[in-house]
C-alpha cells in the first residue's frame, strides 16, 4: 500500500525552507528518500530505519517518526538544483523488500 | 561504473503482441525490481526479487510476469499488452539504496 505524501507540489524562492511529509496507515520498517529530475530517472537520497538517527544529505535532513507511522524531509534554504520530483517509499516490519512509493511532491525553486 | 541498464528505452506496440523490457545490472546485487510511473500515481511496484528464482508481487502485478534465472538479469515480461499499461517503465537493484535505470517509455496502441 503506497504511503500518503504532502503537499503534492511546492515552489520556493531561492533561500527558503519546505517541508515535505509522508505517512502510512501501517507499521513502518524504514523511510527510503529519492529525488527525480525531469527526464531523469530517480536518484537515492537517504533511508531511515526505525530507531535511527535523523539523516542529512547536503542541506536536505529527514526524521522518521515511529509511533505516528511519518516521516518528513526537511529542504534547508534551498538551491535551484533541489527543484525535482521527490519520493518517499515504505517498507514492512517483514523487511521482505516490498517497497511502495508515494505519489511524489513536486518542488520547484526559482531565483 | 555502478549501472542498471534497461531495454529497450522506447517502444510503441499493439495490443497483443508479447514483449519483454529487459534489465541488467552490475553491481551483484540480490534484489532487483520493477516499478511503473503514471502522472499523479509515482512509482507503483509491479514485482521485485530477492535473488536467483526468488518473486514476488508488488502492489500492480496484474499482466506482467518476470523471470530471475540470472543474479544480473530481471525481464519484465507483458504477455497480452494493453493500453492501459502505457507507462514509464524503471528496473532497480540495490542493497538499502536502490539504483534506477534510464527507464523504458512503452505504449501500447
Known amino acids: 500500500q503506497q504511503p500518503v505524501q504532502s503537499p503534492q507540489a511546492v515552489i520556493l524562492r531561492e533561500g527558503e525552507d519546505a517541508v515535505i511529509n509522508c505517512s502510512s496507515s501501517k507499521a513502518l520498517y524504514s523511510v527510503h528518500w529519492y529525488r527525480q529530475k525531469h527526464g531523469e530517472a530517480p536518484v537515492f537520497l537517504m533511508i531511515?530505519?526505525?530507531?535511527?538517527e535523523q539523516k542529512g544529505h547536503e542541506k536536505i535532513s529527514a526524521s522518521f517518526n515511529e509511533k505516528k507511522q511519518q516521516s518528513s524531509l526537511y529542504l534547508t534554504a534551498s538551491q535551484l538544483s533541489y527543484s525535482g520530483t521527490y519520493f518517499c517509499?515504505?517498507?514492512?516490519?517483514?523487511?521482505?523488500?516490498?517497497?511502495?512509493f508515494g505519489a511524489g511532491t513536486t518542488v520547484t525553486v526559482r531565483a | 561504473e555502478a549501472q542498471v541498464t534497461q531495454n529497450p528505452r522506447y517502444l510503441i506496440t499493439v495490443t497483443g503482441k508479447k514483449l519483454t523490457v529487459t534489465c541488467s545490472q552490475n553491481m551483484n546485487h540480490e534484489y532487483m525490481s520493477w516499478y511503473r510511473q503514471d502522472p499523479g500515481l509515482g512509482l507503483r511496484q509491479i514485482y521485485y526479487?530477492?535473488?536467483?528464482?526468488?518473486?514476488d508481487k508488488g502492489d500492480v502485478p496484474e499482466g506482467y510476469k518476470v523471470s530471475r534465472k540470472e543474479k544480473r538479469n530481471f525481464p519484465l515480461i507483458l504477455e497480452s499488452p494493453s493500453p492501459n499499461q502505457t507507462s514509464l517503465y524503471f528496473c532497480?537493484?540495490?542493497?538499502?539504496?536502490?539504483?534506477f535505470g534510464e527507464g523504458s517509455r512503452l505504449t501500447v496502441l
Open positions: 517509499g515504505t517498507d514492512k516490519p517483514s523487511n521482505d523488500y516490498k517497497l511502495s
Open positions: 531511515l530505519l526505525k530507531g535511527g
Open positions: 526479487s530477492m535473488n536467483v528464482e526468488v518473486t
Open positions: 532497480a537493484s540495490g542493497s538499502g539504496e536502490l539504483f
